[in-house]
């Protein structure tokens, strides 16, 4: 996950966007752990997730901010493949996410395509009633597809908060120019 | 006089670690399960014996909601790439309860690691209890815990890591 994904992000979070609804994962999806070199699946739904937030410390303040943070949450699903060869998924079996992102509810806010590096981005926030209740990330590399669902509702501020814990990737806002050094560490980082 | 509290202490010692003992029943099926499964060595209880077994049932008995509560087991000397994945997952799935539901899975093919963290959905105490399994290199580790409420967000954030600091 590189610069086009905290691009995307970023625009996410300047858009004033955010959060979503359990989109289903294609089965044959999953049969790419065969052949992938590192796999990384998160699963938190909103039971596990409500588990972890009453167990947090009371007296800690980043503690409480994300407590506050996922007790909106009805869960957060991270999954990443990534490839010791080139083109080892068909971009066609992608599709069949994107085609659930279709529905009016859902729009594509962010897209971001690297012909360069062959990237490819995309982010899509759901909206009902006028608020934000879902957000899909999926980001599309030769070697490497990753895909992060946060379902239930978010305020957009604070979504930097969430970013780099329970895998997901980190948000970078750029408030201070800084200089577009480091990126941001992919779910596998998180997690090892 | 001197025999007669030796013996109070030792009988002490005894009932204080008893209950912990029959609590890890759920910890010493999984290992069995493994070891069998894949026939492995004897496991090493870093955390267990003559001494460091009280010691830890005493820390249980007296701690309180910062102290962590851990169960580790190590399997070593084993074959790199001997656990293929699925089957690996599916033998630690089929030997936890229910109640013990995965939140992180991480395959890796080429560093020959896989690591599987588990939380008590059933949890009745006050504090979360984790269980992550990893195999990496010539090594198996399983570890339990009872987070301290002021590791939670660590533990849930990078199980793998604090689960590493328990075992060193």
């Known amino acids: 996950m590189k610069a086009p994904l905290r691009v995307a992000l970023i625009a996410l979070f300047f858009a004033g966007c955010a959060m979503a609804q359990q989109i289903q994962w294609p089965v044959k999806l999953d049969k790419l752990a065969a052949k992938a070199s590192e796999v990384v699946d998160v699963q938190l739904d909103k039971k596990m997730l409500g588990m972890a937030g009453n167990f947090m410390s009371q007296d800690d303040k980043s503690d409480q901010e994300a407590h506050n943070l996922i007790k909106s949450l009805n869960g957060i699903y991270v999954k990443s493949f990534e490839f010791d060869k080139d083109n080892q998924y068909d971009p066609a079996d992608v599709e069949e996410i994107r085609a659930q992102l279709r529905s009016p509810e859902w729009t594509r806010v962010v897209g971001v395509e690297s012909k360069k590096d062959n990237e490819h981005v995309e982010v899509y926030i759901r909206n009902v009633s006028g608020k934000i209740s879902g957000m899909v990330v999926l980001a599309q590399e030769p070697r490497e597809l990753t895909f992060v669902n946060l379902d239930g509702n978010i305020d957009p501020s604070q979504l930097q908060k969430l970013g780099g814990n329970f895998g997901i990737p980190k948000v970078d806002t750029g408030h201070k120019a800084k200089p577009a050094a480091k990126p941001a560490p992919a779910p596998k980082a998180v997690q090892k | ?168």
Request: net charge positive; aromatic share 8%.
């Open chain 2, 1 to 168: 006089m001197k025999r007669a509290a030796f013996a109070l202490g030792l009988l002490l010692v005894v009932v204080v670690a008893l209950p912990a003992r029959a609590a890890d029943k759920e910890f010493d099926s999984l290992v069995n399960a493994l070891r069998h499964h894949y026939s492995l060595p004897r496991p090493e209880y870093p955390l267990r014996g003559v001494f460091m077994g009280p010691m830890m049932a005493l820390a249980r008995h007296s701690g309180g909601a910062r102290k962590t509560e851990v169960e580790v087991a190590t399997f070593e000397n084993i074959q790199p790439g001997r656990f293929e994945p699925t089957d690996f997952e599916n033998t630690v799935n089929r030997s936890l309860p229910a109640n013990w539901r995965p939140f992180v899975r991480v395959f890796s093919r080429k560093d020959h690691e896989i690591t599987l963290v588990y939380m008590d959905t059933a949890s009745t105490s006050q504090r979360m209890r984790l269980f992550v399994v990893t195999a990496e290199d010539n090594e198996l580790t399983l570890v339990r815990v009872r987070v301290p409420d002021d590791q939670t967000m660590a533990w849930v954030d990078n199980p793998t890591h604090m689960a590493k600091q328990q075992t060193k």
